[in-house]
């Protein structure tokens, strides 16, 4: 492909983004009577610096397609995408207005020793709160934690693989219960003790609506909270988590370790 091809396909690109973006507007000006939690979502996904992030993105060919949304949240929007080689991607994108998120995220980064010269504007803790899941990510990852692979974060967008198949996503354990309950409970205490012992990390919000269910395995995401060891608040998160998990359990009838054995199983390491 010649430079002016290039020039020319990245011309289609960002035309079709601002597209997007004068669609959004085009709706939010419908509700402009009312203003809902939905304006104020579509108002910051295709912000100005939002798509010179995705430009930049697109440039250094990380991201080839952007589609629709998969998942829409009052902290994010998921959208799904593919790279130059086709392969499907997760596109993160976090709002940067959002007074209430503010709130949620002050716990999980103010006794975070890799935050603490973050400065306390909105923008600026959205932009460290997608940095801080991308870094989750990367640790979580590579001790052999089934998550989303990390590929890229820059400012306010987090792109990471796809889990599911053509754009849909796997269903939440949630939606769809284990087929063999057991030995996912053994793997969800496996992968929780990979966490401690070996990223040094405590997931801080797991539950069945952050694991997916993909080829019969347990997939968590939403690290984005995930806060290290040396966190104030780490074994009460841990703590939390666990009981999440064994009250879950508990529902589908299995063989269970008390929540004080599931935490020392967690937190010792022995199998």
Do not use: C
């Amino acid at each position: 492909m010649t430079k002016e091809e290039k020039r020319l396909r990245l011309k289609r690109k960002r035309k079709k983004l601002e597209h997007k973006l004068r669609v959004v507007e085009k709706r939010d000006k419908i509700l402009i009577k009312n203003f809902s939690s939905e304006r104020a979502v579509m108002e910051e996904v295709f912000d100005r610096y939002t798509l010179m992030t995705i430009y930049n993105f697109l440039n250094k060919r990380i991201i080839d397609e952007i589609y629709g949304v998969v998942k829409a949240g009052k902290e994010a929007r998921i959208y799904w995408g593919r790279d130059p080689d086709g392969k499907e991607l997760a596109i993160k994108i976090y709002l940067t207005t959002s007074a209430e998120f503010k709130k949620g995220m002050f716990p999980y980064i103010e006794g975070d020793p890799r935050f603490a010269h973050v400065r306390r504007d909105t923008r600026s803790l959205v932009y460290a709160w997608a940095q801080k899941e991308f870094k989750n990510l990367q640790r979580v990852y590579e001790v052999g934690v089934k998550v989303p692979k990390p590929i890229a974060a820059d400012n306010n967008v987090l792109i990471m693989e796809f889990i599911g198949e053509n754009g849909v996503s796997a269903p939440l354990m949630k939606e769809v219960p284990p087929k063999n309950p057991k030995r996912v409970y053994r793997q969800l205490l496996t992968h929780l003790r990979r966490l401690y012992r070996k990223a040094r990390l405590v997931h801080a919000d797991l539950s069945e609506y952050n694991i997916m269910m993909w080829n019969d395995q347990p997939v968590l995401f939403d690290v984005s909270q995930g806060v290290p060891l040396e966190h104030p608040l780490a074994d009460q998160f841990l703590r939390r988590d666990l009981e999440n998990l064994h009250r879950y359990f508990k529902k589908l009838n299995v063989d269970l370790l008390s929540v004080e054995e599931m935490y020392k199983r967690v937190t010792s390491g022995k199998s």
